[in-house]
């Protein structure tokens, strides 16, 4: 895929996210046992070639099935796998050439969110701890020395002295600033005994991690408010808050995850990517796992932090309804690469690609019209990672194969014809069959709806086919029906309103 | 690192094994002998008294020729006089060759058994699980070297290569003081106890044996270890811990290793008992660094085997019991620690193939009685797909397995009736079980065990979601199917014997088989017939495919496998439980096809269970809707998908996104499914505490009504009060009366 194409090409500031050419394959066999036997590795082309930006505040979606590659692009471009090959670019910087220090901070401000919501948690930690643990590799939380800190002042009845209050610089560890100031509110109270008056101090929110000591000055009276709980309890204090805000209890910071259902485990999930704060989470099959009703919450519940917190959102789903729902813009994927990208609205409702449209019309609507919908289905399987198809991925199923410019052949007789040729490529004939059946007559059966010179040829690769000679038959048809499909990769191309699409049907 | 609920598991576990309790005891009991030894030992075990050697035990005698040389005449006369050797007070368990007391020697042995067998795992577990883990976590060179090294070192018997170290290394012993001699407790002690003082005041311990025996066992615990890092380093909350910027050191520390501890622990005891074996045989082989061991008291006792038995017998026991006492509370450790899965008048109208009524199906589990199932109700016509759609623990799935007698213990089938139309079995049956016969109907309930096992196949037949742990691995497709063929053929020749291919096995046919030419039990027609069941499923090239392991196939091939097997018997209902679930859309639209095409041409009666809203919409002429093991909403697709009366209905439908129209907000249900443990049930509406529409009625049990329906030709029923009333605000359930 080359990078002409528009759209991929803008790189501008909104783009918080930048997928350039990523590449991950996966070397299978190469183990010593293999070496020792002389065994060739060969890789799985998991990701090959993958380009696209999120934008700052929008959820992209990456939707695809099983297989595409759609899981190992979000955890390589978190740098969660090695990429093989590519760039991106966070915030305009490459995220695989960061020094420690900045590695650092772009785990503080990427995150990611699982699938399963039964391993994505240490089945041996405190929810507390789940949440925290982010916070305690980080050091956090730590005072941000931009921060003011300020003090609003209640003075009780009947001191008539000035009354001064000092605040610590780290109050902002504990109270959230607001515009650039944490506050927090003092009481002075005085208490008058027999012999001696006495002042009190106290804070009035976050009486567990702060404190408030008075001291008794000639002129004044001075209060000093400190931060005296331990980082420990800030964390575990800030977790039960995230735990609250994800519609869980805070008192809930002790429990382990077994003892929630699903759908609170993963809302666990969404608090621990919280923690630190992040600016951008790819959110990785976050609601597949879960009972539709407890979907619709967590969705919402996406949804709702987003607004409030100004979240990116890359969203990997293999359900076109939840990706319906929630995404700004979508990219649609097969076998490695994408296939079409663009606004949601225009995917649903135009797709360009073949296999978007496939993938669309494969999915059963919840309505009574759906009641015996017959589904045009894709025929076969999704290839093997391990050996693409040349030229475009989804050649070999495609629908719409483009019939080679030279020869007048129907839609559907072009693609029965494709499929015997695989047949033929992969060996997978039985040439007995061929002959006792007869060419002609297999080819009746097998490819019909074409005649005249195309016929003839198909004939003649099924005699070779009778004989056992599979090459000269795959020759010979290859001659007459090669498509453009199978000889060069289709490049991005601009599809309706503001989509890219690879496929030649759109050059 | 232990956390409550584990805890919990053990004391459970503890309380109802008892063999557990016995492995505890003994190995407390092991702990406690070695620990206090210079207390309890009767003698000094190394002091010799050749006057006292061979003592029998108490309660035993031996006899001895003695010879006596006496003078007489002049000549020197011997005679032969047999003597009883009596048993001494004080050696209750006698002594061996040299006087040395066997039960003092027994107590100190134990102390030699259980610091090489405690030490030897610990330096063993130790070495073992720091390279597997770094081996399992990282791979690469390193986990490759580790795991040829691990797999040649265990090529060798362990004691062959303990022997070869020992003979390098020499056999050096540490002193080590005893600490109670030391304090000078021992002998005030002993004086007051009336026992002999003069305890030995240190302690040999066998170094180069526990270096040794740690070495040679620490593979098992790298084996271990790496197989658990390297299928935890791929857990998600791993990578989440990367994600959050975990240093590699942390994610050991504190995920890998904290989740790998049960099986290790495991294999600790495990080890712990072998290398007590261990040590034995290498102190009976002479190659220990002392000679207060089981193992060469064993080896000096052999020789008197015949005369005084219990030199060997003796320590010989205290092995037996040291080694099962570990194993058992391994076995205790395991059992605990793994607890497993835990815990999930019939109408005459003639057209329903299947009526079921009041089936009910409960689990009897530790944690109490989960009503998995409860009165469920619903008829299947002829040749219609009929649907049941629920979210996960709604009790669908359990409803399928229940209607086919499959439910597993702890579950049981406690209740109800699933009324199933055979003219031919009705007839059959009217004398001998009239209780299970209506009609044409017959109660596949009420049936013989035998007639009901018949009925899997011809009458009822089943595709499971996953289709690659539904078949075998080991067996092509086309013999898998070919047995199912081969069963139905067998059973329709004689229904009586039904018998699979794991019965008959035994000596008579192993004999058989060796002796006649190879027979197998599939015939070549069921062989034939494998491959026109894959042809119409739709899977290519049949019969290379029929030859083939289910790992070749990809998981919509292997669904449709899957349905062949179910076709094997040409069954009158199919009964689908979620059959599309783990496939990608693409290939569920194929396999829903599939099922249409077959339920026609057939003229099955399916019924299709899934969680799937959209799927029952493609499918299904009828639904019923389960919640907590109810059916709270059965009808015509049209009533239940247009003219939903259950708030629950309702709410799943408005809980799915369009795919055609981007709402901006979904109206989820609020709160969890509920806990289906009895126990927490009550008489009320189980939907009641997530119900937008709850009432103070909603309290009390609720029956199923009959609703509006849209068509004439169906029931509407709904399990609420809605049915025939309206939602009256004032009537409203509070929030704090939904908890209660």
């Known amino acids: ?507 | 690192m232990i956390s409550p609920r584990t805890l919990r598991n053990l004391r459970k576990e503890l309380r109802s094994s008892a063999l557990a309790k016995i492995g505890i005891v003994l190995v407390l009991a092991m702990i406690l002998i070695a620990a206090f030894a210079p207390f309890i030992a009767l003698h000094n075990p190394t002091n010799q008294n050749l006057d006292e050697n061979n003592l029998p035990p108490m309660g035993f005698s031996r006899t001895t020729e003695e010879t006596t040389s006496e003078m007489v005449n002049g000549s020197l006369e011997l005679t032969n006089e047999t003597v009883y050797v009596n048993a001494s007070a004080s050696h209750p368990m006698g002594t061996n060759s040299l006087g040395q007391d066997v039960y003092s020697r027994a107590v100190y042995g134990a102390r030699t058994s259980m610091m090489v067998g405690v030490l030897g795992t610990l330096l063993a577990a130790v070495l073992g699980v720091s390279v597997g883990l770094v081996a399992g976590f990282y791979r690469g060179r390193v986990d490759d070297a580790l795991m040829r090294f691990a797999d040649v070192s265990l090529a060798f018997p362990s004691l062959v290569l303990a022997i070869a170290l020992i003979g390098l290394w020499g056999r050096a012993a540490v002193d080590v003081p005893d600490p109670f001699v030391v304090l000078g407790l021992v002998d005030p002690v002993r004086s007051a106890l009336g026992l002999p003082t003069g305890m030995p005041d240190s302690f040999v311990l066998p170094g180069t044996v526990i270096v040794v025996v740690g070495l040679v066992n620490w593979v098992w615990f790298a084996r271990i270890a790496r197989g658990e890092a390297l299928s935890i380093r791929e857990e998600e909350y791993v990578k989440a811990a990367r994600a959050l910027g975990a240093s590699d050191a942390r994610i050991i520390g504190r995920h890998v290793l904290p989740n790998a501890t049960t099986p290790i622990l495991v294999l600790a005891t495990i080890q712990v008992a072998a290398i007590i074996l261990l040590e034995s045989s290498l102190s009976f082989l002479g190659f220990s660094g002392t000679t207060l061991s089981w193992g060469f008291d064993i080896s000096q006792g052999r020789a008197y085997l015949s005369t005084a038995w219990w030199i060997a017998t003796v320590p010989g026991l205290a092995i037996v019991l040291a080694v099962i006492g570990v194993n058992l509370v391994g076995d205790w450790l395991r059992d605990a620690l793994d607890p497993g899965i835990e815990g999930e008048g019939v109408s005459e109208m003639a057209d329903e193939i299947l009526k079921v009524r009041n089936l009910t199906t409960r689990f009897f589990t530790e944690e109490g009685q989960v009503n998995a199932v409860e009165h469920v109700d619903f008829d299947v016509r002829d040749g219609e797909v009929f649907g049941i759609v629920g979210e996960s623990g709604s009790g669908k799935s359990v409803t399928a397995l229940s209607l086919i007698d499959l439910v597993e213990t702890p579950g049981r089938i406690t209740e109800g009736e699933v009324w199933y139309r055979d003219a031919d079995l009705a007839e059959e049956h009217r004398d001998s079980h009239p209780e299970a016969v209506d009609g044409d109907y017959v109660d596949v309930r009420q049936l013989p065990e035998a007639t009901r096992r018949w009925l899997r196949g011809p009458a009822f037949a089943t595709i499971f979601q996953d289709p690659m742990s539904s078949l075998n691995p080991s067996i092509t497709v086309g013999e898998q199917i070919a047995e199912a063929v081969e069963v139905q053929r067998r059973a329709r020749a004689n229904p009586r014997r039904t018998r699979s291919r794991t019965q008959g096995y035994g000596l008579g046919r192993l004999i058989a088989g060796a002796v006649l030419p190879s027979q197998s039990y599939v015939s070549e027609e069921s062989e034939e017939r494998a491959v026109e069941l894959l042809e119409r499923v739709g899977i290519p090239d049949p019969e290379q495919r029929a030859e083939e392991y289910p790992h070749e196939f990809s998981g919509g091939m292997l669904q449709r496998a899957m349905v062949a097997q179910a076709l094997a018997g040409e069954p009158d209902v199919l009964i689908a439980d979620e059959p599309t679930t783990a496939l990608d859309v693409t290939i569920q639209a194929q396999i829903l096809n599939l099922l249409t095409e077959l339920q026609e041409e057939e003229d099955m009666s399916v019924v299709l269970i899934t969680h799937n809203l959209g799927v029952i919409a493609r499918m299904c002429q009828r639904v019923g809707v389960m919640y907590a093991g109810e059916v709270v909403e059965r009808g015509s697709l049209e009533d239940v998908f247009e003219n939903p009366v259950h708030p629950y209905t309702e709410g799943l439908l408005g809980s799915i996104p369009d795919i055609e129209d981007p709402a901006p907000r979904l109206s989820p249900i609020e709160g969890n499914v509920p806990s289906l443990l009895d126990a927490e049930m009550g008489e009320k509406c189980y939907f009641a505490d997530r119900c937008p529409k709850a009432m103070t009625s909603c309290l009390t049990d609720i029956e199923e009504h009959e609703a509006p329906a849209a068509t004439d030709d169906t029931d509407h029923l709904v399990r609420c009060i809605l049915a025939d009333r309206e939602y009256d605000e004032s009537e409203a359930l509070g929030s704090a009366a939904k908890q209660g």
């Open chain 1, 1 to 507: 895929m080359t990078e002409t194409a528009p759209e991929r090409e803008s790189t501008g500031d909104d783009a918080l996210v930048e997928v350039r050419n990523l590449r991950k394959y996966y070397q299978d066999g190469g183990g010593l046992l293999d070496r020792v036997l002389g065994r060739e590795a060969t890789s799985v082309k998991a990701v090959d070639g993958v380009s696209f930006d999120v934008r700052e505040g929008e959820t992209l979606g990456l939707v695809g099935e099983s297989g595409c590659g759609k899981s190992t692009t979000g955890e390589t471009l978190l740098r969660l796998r090695e990429a093989t090959d590519g760039t991106v670019a966070f915030d305009g910087e490459n995220v695989f050439d960061l020094d420690d220090e900045s590695m650092s901070s772009f785990r503080r401000r990427a995150q990611i969110v699982f699938q399963d919501p039964f391993s994505s948690l240490d089945p041996r930690m405190t929810v507390g701890a789940i949440v925290a643990e982010g916070m305690r590799i980080h050091g956090l939380p730590e005072s941000d020395p931009t921060v003011a800190t300020a003090a609003e002042l209640t003075v009780g009845d009947g001191i008539d002295r000035t009354v001064e209050v000092s605040v610590a610089e780290d109050l902002d560890r504990v109270v959230e600033a607001e515009e650039g100031v944490a506050r927090v509110s003092v009481s002075v109270r005085k208490h008058e005994g027999d012999d001696e008056t006495r002042y009190e101090a106290s804070v009035d929110s976050h009486a567990d991690l702060l404190g408030a000591t008075v001291e008794d000055r000639d002129t004044d009276l001075h209060v000093e408010v400190t931060v005296t709980g331990s980082a420990n309890a800030i964390r575990k204090k800030r977790a039960g808050d995230l735990l609250e805000r994800v519609g869980l209890s805070a008192d809930q910071v002790d429990r382990y995850p077994h003892e929630f259902s699903g759908g609170q485990r993963q809302r666990v999930g969404i608090a621990r990517a919280l923690a630190l704060d992040p600016e951008f989470i790819v959110l990785d099959e976050p609601v597949s796992a879960l009972d539709v009703s407890v979907q619709a919450q967590v969705l919402n519940l996406l949804d709702e932090l987003q607004d409030e917190f100004g979240l990116t959102y890359l969203f990997i789903a293999h359900d076109l309804s939840v990706v319906r729902h929630i995404c700004d813009r979508v990219a649609v994927m097969y076998l490695g690469r994408v296939a079409e990208l663009g606004p949601t609205d225009e995917i649903f409702e135009n797709p360009d690609h073949p296999y978007t449209e496939a993938l669309l019309e494969s999915v059963p609507r919840a309505e009574v019209a759906e009641q015996g919908r017959r589904v045009a289905t894709l025929a076969g399987d999704v290839p093997s990672p391990r050996n693409p198809p040349s030229g475009c991925r989804f050649r070999t199923r495609c629908p719409k194969v483009i019939p080679p410019d030279d020869i007048e052949i129907e839609q559907d007789a072009f693609r029965a014809v494709m499929n015997l040729r695989e047949e033929i490529e992969a060996e997978n004939l039985d040439p007995d069959e061929v002959r006792t059946a007869d060419p002609a007559a297999y080819r009746k059966e097998e490819v019909p709806g074409i005649a005249g010179e195309n016929a003839g040829i198909v004939d003649e690769a099924l005699e070779a086919v009778a004989d056992g000679d599979f090459d000269t038959a795959a020759e010979t048809l290859r001659d007459r029906f090669e498509t453009v499909c199978e000889t060069t990769p289709p490049d991005d191309s601009p599809g309706g309103d503001g989509t890219v699409v690879a496929c030649h049907l759109h050059d």
